[in-house]
């Protein structure tokens, strides 16, 4: 079976299913009340859903400490309420994708379990242990300022377990012959249930050598062909889109040269420098990160992203840089976290204003690669920063104006709704910005819409394009002689910009506007003479006068 690269053209929108719409009114989300709401997902004009963790769980770090890999935990249904929704998707025209969280498990799994009490256990060795402490048991921890160690006391083993992350996520020793078999009977589990494919979590830890012994951990990137080919022989067309947040140095061993390790991985370089770029309007560091990571295979693909579950992490950002998007995103210090990143929602972030969230979409849409959407962003839902670390932007979906948001019949949903401030639900739900035709959520429809329509993004060449403009970003995309052109305007300005178009035999060419009326037609130089308004944006059609003349026409 050939994989079609639907990905290459996709819209990803990413949930979490405990928070999304609860159906038996017991303050948890559930598959029952997803279902309920994949018409308004399709309407909205995503292709694909990507679920976090719904697996059996102690729930101590959002889902992401998986106590059994093959079923579904009670309180969201049954694997039949999932292969109903898989199968829902299906009828659709949406794909899924679910997370795989192989880097560690809870230690209230089984296999650790086991592994713990019995030293003779098969599990022993599904875990990386140590005698003693390792003297380097406090460097390379994930969560500074919460996480003091990497590794932990176990009474019953009488020896130390290592965890990357909390103490309560042994790390599986991946290494293991054993445990990659196992990775790989978990995709087919869940394959055969309807999913075609997966968000990897932490592959850079999944991946790395493991052991008290190591000084640098060696990476075995030839982990992730063997996943990869699994994959293709049991369904061609799924994949595996990586969360690695590693230097673009290292982005084709993760590729592979030839695409044979992994599909798809998240582009935290640029989503970084993005952000940097809407607090700073200096585009230099954006243009930069996308130059920077441009070299991958023809069958790869990124993931353009904005916010997702996590913080906003900064950590690649110089000083400067990082001090700059804190004063402007994040100014107090309950809004920072780990000492690297920022713990809120794009909207507060941006202070509600409208143009700026359009104009954050719009790049976030036309960077390359694909792009992936947070629930509730299409409405711009805010954050409950009195809630833990990162659960301050994981609250519950916002409906309608329905106590709990319509979240949830419940009084106690599993987190707290946001019910107060200009983010509260009785002001930013679905249900009134269907209403309105000028609202975000139809707005953002519309731009979803056009983004399917523009497959050069997804699959094309691109350059970027003189502005003369720091703050102006112009870029072309070529694909199949076609070409798209978009322009953006970081800056509180009105800017006047002049651009050829910079194509061959193109000095005639019309510039038409997908999105309004406005179109752009050369001067006599050949150039483009473009007023961008404050954080204006732009998405042109090059093509001759005759194309556009028969636009108008129909």
């Given at each position: 079976?050939?994989?079609?690269?639907?990905?290459?053209?996709?819209?990803?929108?990413?949930?979490?299913?405990?928070?999304?719409?609860?159906?038996?009114?017991?303050?948890?989300?559930?598959?029952?009340?997803?279902?309920?709401?994949?018409?308004?997902?399709?309407?909205?004009?995503?292709?694909?859903?990507?679920?976090?963790?719904?697996?059996?769980?102690?729930?101590?770090?959002?889902?992401?400490?998986?106590?059994?890999?093959?079923?579904?935990?009670?309180?969201?249904?049954?694997?039949?309420?999932?292969?109903?929704?898989?199968?829902?998707?299906?009828?659709?025209?949406?794909?899924?994708?679910?997370?795989?969280?192989?880097?560690?498990?809870?230690?209230?799994?089984?296999?650790?379990?086991?592994?713990?009490?019995?030293?003779?256990?098969?599990?022993?060795?599904?875990?990386?242990?140590?005698?003693?402490?390792?003297?380097?048991?406090?460097?390379?921890?994930?969560?500074?300022?919460?996480?003091?160690?990497?590794?932990?006391?176990?009474?019953?083993?009488?020896?130390?377990?290592?965890?990357?992350?909390?103490?309560?996520?042994?790390?599986?020793?991946?290494?293991?012959?054993?445990?990659?078999?196992?990775?790989?009977?978990?995709?087919?589990?869940?394959?055969?249930?309807?999913?075609?494919?997966?968000?990897?979590?932490?592959?850079?830890?999944?991946?790395?050598?493991?052991?008290?012994?190591?000084?640098?951990?060696?990476?075995?990137?030839?982990?992730?062909?063997?996943?990869?080919?699994?994959?293709?022989?049991?369904?061609?067309?799924?994949?595996?889109?990586?969360?690695?947040?590693?230097?673009?140095?290292?982005?084709?061993?993760?590729?592979?040269?030839?695409?044979?390790?992994?599909?798809?991985?998240?582009?935290?370089?640029?989503?970084?420098?993005?952000?940097?770029?809407?607090?700073?309007?200096?585009?230099?560091?954006?243009?930069?990160?996308?130059?920077?990571?441009?070299?991958?295979?023809?069958?790869?693909?990124?993931?353009?992203?904005?916010?997702?579950?996590?913080?906003?992490?900064?950590?690649?950002?110089?000083?400067?840089?990082?001090?700059?998007?804190?004063?402007?995103?994040?100014?107090?210090?309950?809004?920072?976290?780990?000492?690297?990143?920022?713990?809120?929602?794009?909207?507060?972030?941006?202070?509600?204003?409208?143009?700026?969230?359009?104009?954050?979409?719009?790049?976030?849409?036309?960077?390359?690669?694909?792009?992936?959407?947070?629930?509730?962003?299409?409405?711009?839902?805010?954050?409950?920063?009195?809630?833990?670390?990162?659960?301050?932007?994981?609250?519950?979906?916002?409906?309608?104006?329905?106590?709990?948001?319509?979240?949830?019949?419940?009084?106690?949903?599993?987190?707290?709704?946001?019910?107060?401030?200009?983010?509260?639900?009785?002001?930013?739900?679905?249900?009134?910005?269907?209403?309105?035709?000028?609202?975000?959520?139809?707005?953002?429809?519309?731009?979803?819409?056009?983004r399917k329509e523009v497959p050069e993004i997804g699959w094309g060449d691109f350059k970027f394009l003189n502005a003369r403009s720091t703050s102006v970003v112009a870029m072309r995309y070529d694909w199949r002689k076609n070409a798209v052109l978009c322009v953006h305007n970081t800056s509180s300005e009105p800017i006047e910009i002049r651009m050829a178009v910079d194509g061959p035999d193109e000095?005639?060419?019309?510039?038409?506007?997908?999105?309004?009326?406005?179109?752009?037609?050369?001067?006599?130089?050949?150039?483009?003479?473009?007023?961008?308004?404050?954080?204006?944006?732009?998405?042109?059609?090059v093509c001759g006068l005759d194309y556009l003349l028969k636009r108008t026409e129909v």
């Amino acid at each position: 079976m050939i994989n079609d690269l639907w990905y290459k053209n996709a819209v990803i929108y990413c949930l979490s299913v405990a928070t999304f719409m609860d159906a038996n009114g017991d303050g948890v989300g559930d598959f029952q009340g997803l279902m309920r709401r994949l018409d308004y997902l399709q309407g909205i004009g995503v292709t694909a859903i990507w679920l976090m963790p719904f697996q059996p769980s102690p729930f101590k770090d959002d889902g992401y400490d998986i106590a059994d890999y093959y079923g579904v935990d009670p309180r969201y249904g049954t694997l039949g309420d999932f292969v109903e929704f898989t199968q829902g998707c299906k009828q659709r025209g949406l794909r899924v994708l679910i997370d795989l969280v192989v880097n560690h498990t809870s230690n209230e799994h089984a296999w650790f379990q086991d592994a713990r009490k019995e030293p003779v256990s098969k599990y022993r060795n599904w875990y990386v242990w140590s005698k003693k402490k390792p003297k380097n048991a406090s460097s390379g921890v994930v969560f500074p300022g919460v996480q003091k160690s990497t590794w932990t006391y176990d009474d019953a083993a009488r020896e130390y377990y290592f965890h990357r992350f909390y103490d309560f996520q042994p790390d599986l020793n991946t290494a293991n012959p054993e445990v990659q078999a196992e990775i790989l009977k978990i995709m087919g589990f869940w394959l055969q249930l309807g999913v075609s494919g997966f968000r990897m979590d932490a592959v850079p830890f999944v991946i790395a050598e493991k052991g008290a012994h190591l000084k640098k951990p060696a990476e075995q990137y030839d982990m992730l062909r063997t996943f990869s080919q699994f994959l293709t022989w049991r369904q061609g067309e799924a994949i595996i889109l990586a969360e690695a947040n590693v230097l673009p140095d290292t982005d084709m061993e993760y590729f592979g040269k030839d695409g044979e390790r992994l599909q798809m991985m998240f582009n935290f370089e640029v989503n970084q420098n993005l952000f940097y770029a809407l607090a700073s309007s200096d585009t230099r560091p954006l243009v930069k990160a996308v130059k920077a990571t441009s070299k991958r295979p023809a069958s790869a693909q990124w993931g353009s992203f904005l916010r997702n579950h996590d913080e906003l992490d900064l950590g690649r950002l110089e000083d400067e840089q990082r001090e700059t998007v804190f004063a402007a995103f994040a100014p107090e210090s309950n809004m920072q976290l780990y000492g690297r990143g920022i713990r809120r929602r794009l909207a507060p972030m941006l202070q509600g204003d409208r143009r700026r969230l359009e104009l954050a979409y719009s790049l976030m849409l036309t960077l390359p690669g694909t792009p992936v959407i947070r629930y509730g962003d299409e409405i711009a839902m805010g954050e409950n920063l009195r809630l833990s670390e990162r659960n301050s932007a994981r609250t519950p979906m916002q409906w309608s104006t329905e106590p709990q948001g319509g979240f949830t019949k419940n009084d106690k949903p599993v987190l707290p709704v946001i019910s107060e401030g200009a983010y509260g639900f009785q002001h930013v739900n679905v249900a009134q910005q269907r209403r309105d035709p000028n609202s975000l959520l139809n707005w953002m429809e519309r731009m979803i819409r056009m983004r399917k329509e523009v497959p050069e993004i997804g699959w094309g060449d691109f350059k970027f394009l003189n502005a003369r403009s720091t703050s102006v970003v112009a870029m072309r995309y070529d694909w199949r002689k076609n070409a798209v052109l978009c322009v953006h305007n970081t800056s509180s300005e009105p800017i006047e910009i002049r651009m050829a178009v910079d194509g061959p035999d193109e000095s005639g060419c019309s510039l038409v506007n997908l999105l309004s009326d406005d179109h752009s037609h050369p001067e006599q130089d050949g150039r483009h003479r473009v007023l961008l308004e404050p954080y204006g944006y732009r998405w042109y059609r090059v093509c001759g006068l005759d194309y556009l003349l028969k636009r108008t026409e129909v």
